[in-house]
């Protein structure tokens, strides 16, 4: 080849060739054809050595590869955007080794590790998986990449993989010890709706991808096979006591599922349209649904027996709340996405199916409904038509009675909560800010809890004392109800967080993103006073709040607020240098992504005081 002239003839493929790999002893190649085909070459004659490598989807065939012994073959591809497969074969036969691994998305990346024991594979939709070839379990839970991943490699140790994908992300995951400080399950797509169950045993998540799904709530595996719709559901919610998990679908069905087998207790409940809302009554005896044919239906549960005639409104019924009692329903419908939307409120006898008042108008679309501990009081929230003000209203509980002035948003609500005790009411907004209300008068009692894209849900911890919020620039944090003041430092998805919730066992929380992925979070600030929080804050952010105006700390005044932390609270600080010096890495690259210079200033200093070190999980760019 010193010539560069051709070794033998072509090797003919009927479509583009993807990829190409030489064989551990150079005696074979393999290539990836646009045929849906791998095909393995006797580099000494020009001939296959076996059969085609055919993939049942048809797709192309983007990655190919042999194991490190070269015995076994490896390839992955699908159809784009709408399916992907990978699968290992034997390389002196051409039989397949594995079942085929099936992915909604094409695999763009595969390959073996050091040791030839497992496979990882990359795709489009943003997952990236570890197989053992032996079993075909997974190894580790599906890793999120940041948008699509286009490449996946294996460190020479194997207990390390290293991926690439969109925008020039990376990743750098340990297998062995993965992080224990968010643990994920997956969607393949976005999820729409979190909950837990009441004693804290499993957590349930709905999602576009036609499925719900029960989680364990300490590890986060599959407590069942996932519970399947023929459309995206809306929302999945547990009966009070526990028994039965309800859920809402695009295809015009309501289901009731058993959580401890994940089989339904009674056939769909059938719809004329979407399903968008359903609700347990506070005893679990009944489930109301909202329908976008403008009705709302009360069910028996578990046997799913329609009880009266649908509750009739003018508009698509979004969102529906029982009183504590069990004997008022609360229903709003709306116009959704119109440029003169229009909404109501209507108030139910539920034994009866009297409507007693309403239906009462309300600008826009009535997304959320909360109904305050004692019954006597239901706030309203929505998206209002442009250019009228966004504000939550408080009304009287049956008369529909106006209370207070209204809450004011500069953009729409998503969401609305009582605290437990009744006294303040919690609103997440389009505009960016979620905010804690006077739940009496609807006066503000702090400042705005400030994230950099719209907030999609606000929950108050058990005792009151905590909101969380969820939003879509990718976080999700902890607030002082008292104070406004961030109790936590943001917890980060690679994509925006839709739903996040407390553990009703408290100390943990869990939240759901776009990108499907459900994360655990732990987090107690029991024992801590505002002084440490204060000092946490700074520590975590490297900045602090002066008189409303955000300030990057000096050196001495960071390391001063380290100590006194460190002494008093342990273990939450990292402690070894290869972790402060990985942190602050992570956060320069941050502040470079943000062009605060300061910020980058900052953490480059303390990274080269601490040197760099090993890694659990490592994110920047390329």
């Known amino acids: 080849m010193e010539d560069g002239a051709p070794v033998?003839?072509?090797?003919?493929?009927?479509?583009?060739?993807?990829?190409?790999?030489?064989?551990?002893?150079?005696?074979?190649?393999?290539?990836?054809?646009?045929?849906?085909?791998?095909?393995?070459?006797?580099?000494?004659?020009?001939?296959?050595?076996?059969?085609?490598?055919?993939?049942?989807?048809?797709?192309?065939?983007?990655?190919?590869?042999?194991?490190?012994?070269g015995g076994r073959i490896l390839t992955a591809g699908g159809l784009f955007s709408t399916s992907g497969e990978a699968r290992v074969w034997a390389a002196d036969t051409g039989k397949p080794v594995t079942p085929v691994w099936r992915f909604p998305m094409p695999v763009r990346s595969a390959c073996f590790?050091?040791?030839?024991?497992?496979?990882?594979?990359?795709?489009?939709?943003?997952?990236?998986?570890?197989?053992?070839?032996?079993?075909?379990?997974?190894?580790?839970?599906?890793?999120?990449?940041?948008?699509?991943?286009?490449?996946?490699?294996?460190?020479?140790?194997?207990?390390?993989?290293?991926?690439?994908?969109?925008?020039?992300?990376?990743?750098?995951?340990?297998?062995?010890?993965?992080?224990?400080?968010?643990?994920?399950?997956?969607?393949?797509?976005?999820?729409?709706?979190?909950?837990?169950?009441?004693?804290?045993?499993?957590?349930?998540?709905?999602?576009?991808?036609?499925?719900?799904?029960?989680?364990?709530?300490?590890?986060?595996?599959?407590?069942?096979?996932?519970?399947q719709h023929r459309a995206g559901l809306g929302n999945v919610n547990f009966s009070p006591d526990g028994r039965y998990l309800a859920s809402s679908s695009g295809d015009g069905t309501a289901?009731?599922?058993?959580?401890?087998?994940?089989s339904p207790t009674c056939p769909p409940l059938r719809h004329p349209d979407a399903v968008l809302v359903v609700r347990f009554a506070p005893d679990g005896t009944r489930l109301v649904t909202g329908c976008k044919d403008g009705q709302a239906r009360l069910w028996g549960v578990p046997g799913g027996q329609i009880l009266l005639e649908p509750l009739p409104h003018r508009y698509d019924v979004h969102t529906a709340a029982f009183s504590p009692d069990g004997r008022i329903l609360v229903t709003g419908a709306g116009e959704w996405d119109t440029p003169n939307g229009k909404g109501e409120i209507?108030?139910?006898?539920?034994?009866?199916?009297?409507?007693?008042?309403?239906?009462?108008?309300?600008?826009?679309?009535?997304?959320?409904?909360?109904?305050?501990?004692?019954?006597?009081?239901?706030?309203?929230?929505?998206?209002?038509?442009?250019?009228?003000?966004?504000?939550?209203?408080?009304?009287?509980?049956?008369?529909?009675?106006?209370?207070?002035?209204?809450?004011?948003?500069?953009?729409?609500?998503?969401?609305?909560?009582?605290?437990?005790?009744?006294?303040?009411?919690?609103?997440?907004?389009?505009?960016?800010?979620a905010r804690i209300w006077d739940g009496h008068t609807g006066r503000p009692l702090t400042p705005e809890l400030r994230h950099r894209r719209a907030v999609r849900k606000v929950e108050f911890s058990g005792d009151g004392k905590w909101l969380l919020t969820a939003s879509f620039d990718g976080t999700a944090r902890l607030w002082d109800v008292l104070t406004g003041e961030p109790l936590s430092p943001s917890l980060r998805h690679g994509d925006g967080v839709v739903d996040a919730v407390f553990d009703p066992r408290g100390g943990r929380l869990a939240?759901?993103?776009?990108?499907?992925?459900?994360r655990l979070w732990s987090f107690s600030a029991s024992d801590w006073s505002g002084e440490d929080l204060g000092q946490f804050a700074e520590v975590w952010s490297g900045t602090r709040l002066r008189g409303g105006i955000t300030d990057p700390v000096t050196l001495e005044e960071w390391r001063a607020s380290w100590l006194k932390l460190k002494a008093r609270h342990p273990e939450a600080l990292l402690t070894s240098r290869e972790e402060g010096a990985l942190w602050h890495e992570?956060?320069?690259?941050?502040?470079?992504?943000?062009?605060?210079?300061?910020?980058?200033?900052?953490?480059?200093?303390?990274?080269?005081?601490?040197?760099?070190?090993?890694?659990?999980v490592v994110e920047g760019r390329q």
């Open 511 to 518: 939240t759901g993103g776009q990108d499907g992925a459900v």
């Open 8 to 69: 033998g003839g072509a090797l003919e493929h009927p479509d583009d060739v993807r990829h190409i790999v030489f064989s551990p002893d150079n005696r074979q190649l393999l290539t990836g054809c646009g045929d849906g085909r791998a095909r393995l070459w006797d580099i000494a004659t020009g001939q296959l050595a076996v059969p085609p490598l055919e993939h049942g989807d048809g797709g192309t065939v983007w990655q190919v590869g042999f194991s490190p012994d």
């Open 255 to 262: 289901c009731l599922w058993d959580p401890e087998t994940g």
């Open 113 to 227: 590790s050091p040791d030839g024991r497992w496979v990882a594979t990359a795709g489009v939709d943003g997952l990236v998986r570890v197989w053992d070839v032996n079993t075909s379990r997974e190894v580790v839970a599906p890793l999120h990449h940041q948008l699509a991943a286009w490449q996946a490699s294996f460190t020479p140790d194997g207990r390390r993989l290293l991926t690439s994908g969109k925008g020039g992300s990376w990743h750098l995951w340990d297998l062995v010890s993965p992080s224990s400080s968010a643990p994920v399950a997956a969607h393949t797509e976005r999820l729409m709706d979190l909950e837990y169950h009441s004693a804290g045993r499993w957590l349930a998540s709905g999602s576009v991808d036609r499925t719900a799904r029960l989680w364990e709530a300490d590890t986060l595996r599959e407590a069942v096979p996932p519970l």
């Open 346 to 433: 209507a108030f139910w006898e539920v034994a009866t199916g009297r409507r007693l008042a309403g239906p009462i108008d309300i600008r826009g679309t009535p997304l959320a409904l909360a109904l305050n501990p004692d019954g006597a009081r239901v706030a309203v929230a929505g998206m209002d038509p442009l250019p009228t003000p966004h504000a939550v209203q408080l009304y009287e509980i049956p008369t529909g009675k106006r209370l207070g002035e209204p809450m004011p948003h500069h953009d729409g609500v998503s969401w609305v909560v009582f605290s437990p005790d009744g006294q303040r009411v919690a609103s997440a907004g389009e505009d960016s800010v």
């Open 586 to 616: 992570r956060q320069m690259a941050a502040g470079e992504r943000a062009g605060q210079a300061a910020v980058v200033a900052f953490h480059r200093r303390w990274r080269e005081e601490l040197g760099r070190g090993d890694a659990t």
